[in-house]
């Protein structure tokens, strides 16, 4: 691009780092960075002297570790820092030394080699070598810094706007966290990362900031929430309605209003879920569809017509009918479907349910059928082509004890 075209030039022939290569250019830093990472990867590695990468997506470096150029800048104070043969001196000396700034070099220390800082300061003083001077955050920086580390402990503020809500700086409360309080920096890492992992509504996400609708969003969206909460129109009519669209709500309402949509479907978000459960496994419900089909299962219930009598009666296509019925009253299914016989014969259950009584009769006494059917109320032509049709041995067994009695 010609927009970096003289920063690219100054990044390729000069050692100058990125942010005073922009500050020379007049160009943003992280556009700058972006267009490096994205274009010109083969620079940074061979600044960096790493071997070349084919994987394009790979960092240079972990967001939270030390960058290549300062783990080369302070190699050798470190490794003086971690020596006997240098415990004599202490930072300050051993940072002349090597032409570093001592305050620098201390801070890098504290951030990145707090085990070794504590090593030598012990060992200083097992030698008899302590120079008594404080170590540690100064009293009067832990108590301007408190009020901001109490945020920080309590809610899921940023470092940012804990700094502007106790009016210090930025840089210097996110130093004193990195040397001072670095179990709540990890605790604040891990609740971030659990958030980008499993995200959900009203907790930190990956972010850091507390994952929630915009207000603009939620404004937009108010009175089309509203309708799939108190009618039982579907999304398409709702936007219909209320003029947004259909896509964009149907995403708002999986982001921020799952749990209308695990109602409406008749179930519960399951405890510890996550933002991306998804809806997949439950069945396709809707208000109206139930609204719609609720007195032909009430009569079905009541009643004794079949399925497909009553369909046709509600002017409801029996197959479509029986398929809702399937799907959302499976215990009324079950009754009104079919069942086998101890003879493996399929039949209706509600008729073997209402021929069972007579059947038993007709099986175990002389009675006449037709008389056991007027006694029973049942029509006698019915019962009589179940018979023929499903139990031929019931009528053997019935004109045999006829043929026994008579003997």
């Not at 940012?160 to 670095?182: D, I, P, T, W």
């Not at 605790?187 to 915009?214: H, L, M, Y």
């Not at 719609?292 to 219930?301: D, G, H, I, R, T």
Request: aromatic fraction near 8%.
């Amino acid at each position: 691009m010609e927009k970096y075209g003289t920063a690219l030039q100054l990044y390729r022939t000069t050692d100058k780092t990125i942010t005073e290569i922009c500050r020379q250019c007049g160009v943003s830093r992280s556009g700058f960075a972006s267009y490096l990472q994205r274009h010109h990867r083969d620079l940074m590695y061979l600044r960096h002297e790493l071997a070349p990468e084919s994987d394009r997506k790979k960092k240079m470096y972990s967001a939270k570790g030390q960058t290549p150029r300062s783990r080369e800048k302070y190699h050798d104070a470190v490794e003086a820092c971690d020596s006997e043969q240098y415990i004599d001196l202490n930072i300050s000396q051993i940072a002349r030394l090597y032409n570093l700034d001592a305050s620098s070099l201390a801070n890098h220390m504290k951030v990145h080699y707090p085990e070794i800082l504590e090593q030598r300061e012990n060992e200083r003083r097992r030698c008899g070598i302590a120079d008594h001077f404080h170590r540690g955050a100064r009293p009067h920086m832990t108590e301007a810094y408190a009020a901001a580390i109490e945020m920080l402990q309590s809610t899921d503020m940023t470092i940012g706007q804990a700094a502007e809500a106790c009016n210090v700086s930025f840089s210097g409360l996110k130093q004193h966290l990195l040397m001072y309080h670095r179990n709540l920096v990890s605790e604040r890492e891990t609740k971030r990362r659990d958030g980008k992992n499993r995200p959900q509504i009203g907790k930190t996400g990956g972010t850091g900031a507390v994952r929630r609708s915009g207000a603009a969003n939620s404004l937009k969206y108010s009175e089309a929430v509203e309708l799939y909460h108190s009618t039982t129109l579907s999304m398409k009519e709702i936007c219909a309605i209320t003029g947004n669209i259909l896509s964009a709500f149907r995403t708002h309402m999986r982001l921020w209003h799952k749990k209308l949509m695990f109602e409406r479907r008749g179930a519960a978000i399951p405890a510890g879920a996550s933002d991306r459960t998804t809806l997949r496994g439950l069945k396709a419900f809707r208000p109206a569809v139930a609204e719609k089909y609720a007195p032909a299962v009430e009569k079905l219930k009541t009643g004794s017509q079949s399925v497909e009598e009553i369909a046709k009666e509600f002017g409801f296509i029996p197959e479509v009918f029986r398929t809702y019925l399937k799907e959302h009253h499976n215990a009324l299914w079950k009754k009104m479907g079919m069942t086998h016989l101890a003879n493996g014969k399929k039949v209706l259950r509600r008729c073997s349910e209402k021929y069972a009584e007579a059947i038993e009769i007709y099986r175990t006494t002389p009675e006449p059928l037709k008389s056991i059917a007027a006694r029973l109320n049942i029509a006698y032509s019915s019962i009589g082509s179940y018979l023929r049709r499903n139990m031929p041995e019931i009528i053997d067994e019935h004109n045999q004890l006829l043929l026994n009695h008579t003997l």
